[in-house]
């Protein structure tokens, strides 16, 4: 499925897109089923939930965790075919396990992601590193002028940097950093070392950048399983309820942020 030079792509920058991954048809699936989970309703012990307050005092879905479980044709679509499995697993070249999946909504007057590292571990309070691939599929165009990521190219090979303790790396370290914007059409695929610095900028277009991302762990790491992981998840970063404060909306993270 990967040429060789998008073998190189990952090795040298820690990412590697691979264009036109989903056929346009399959595409207009995923697009029509993510509108359906937007409506989805709060929920006690199922799918996570978080949301943004936008400038004009509206209520907005920023992020839904835990939920291909829930939705059947999704659930096939991206996985019965293990194309993405595949991928993932000729990158890190062993085999692979399925730890999360979560969607960023990004629409229109959402917030940002500071630079950081996608190192589930730590916020966790975990010995071991937990993840080290991250795919981005992309539901949406992304590009700059609507939120979407810039990556620091070749800093994955190079640990954990220094950072706050909501994990966002400390701005006297990212500043040193290159950076470069990743864009991508809907359809394709973006997989990423979770050890690759990146973040977002707040959405200030007319445009959303909904993005689904599947996280996978080499099969020899030690960890939680994806049933673990929710339990975690809940306790130590909780979603909203199902009666939320606007003023006071819970978090999704300690890098989100708005302006």
Do not use: C
Not at 93 to 120: M, N, T, V, W
Not at 132 to 143: E, K, Q
Not at 225 to 242: D, S
Request: no cysteine; proline share 7%; hydrophobic share 35%.
């Amino acid at each position: 499925m990967l040429t060789d030079a998008q073998r190189e792509k990952w090795q040298k920058d820690g990412y590697v897109r691979l264009e036109r991954f989903f056929t346009p048809a399959d595409q207009e699936n995923i697009s029509t089923f993510i509108e359906d989970m937007s409506r989805w309703d709060v929920s006690d012990d199922k799918w996570l939930m978080w949301f943004e307050k936008t400038t004009d005092d509206r209520k907005i879905t920023s992020k839904i965790e835990n939920f291909l479980d829930f939705h059947d044709p999704l659930r096939r679509l991206l996985l019965e075919d293990q194309r993405i499995k595949s991928a993932v697993e000729d990158l890190l070249g062993e085999a692979s396990r399925r730890l999360k999946e979560l969607l960023i909504f990004h629409y229109p007057d959402s917030g940002g992601y500071l630079p950081h590292q996608d190192i589930y571990h730590i916020p966790h309070k975990l010995p071991d590193r937990m993840v080290h691939a991250v795919v981005a599929i992309g539901v949406d165009d992304s590009d700059p002028e609507n939120g979407g990521l810039f990556f620091s190219p070749g800093n994955h090979e190079k640990g954990v940097f220094p950072m706050d303790a909501g994990g966002v790396i400390y701005p006297q370290v990212a500043e040193k950093f290159s950076w470069e914007p990743v864009v991508w059409k809907a359809g394709d695929i973006f997989i990423f070392d979770d050890y690759a610095p990146h973040y977002s900028r707040p959405n200030k277009s007319n445009r959303s950048r909904r993005t689904l991302y599947l996280v996978f762990q080499r099969a020899s790491t030690g960890g939680p399983t994806r049933a673990q992981y929710n339990v975690l998840k809940r306790a130590l970063n909780p979603p909203e309820g199902k009666v939320a404060d606007l003023d006071n909306l819970k978090p999704p993270n300690g890098i989100f942020y708005r302006d």
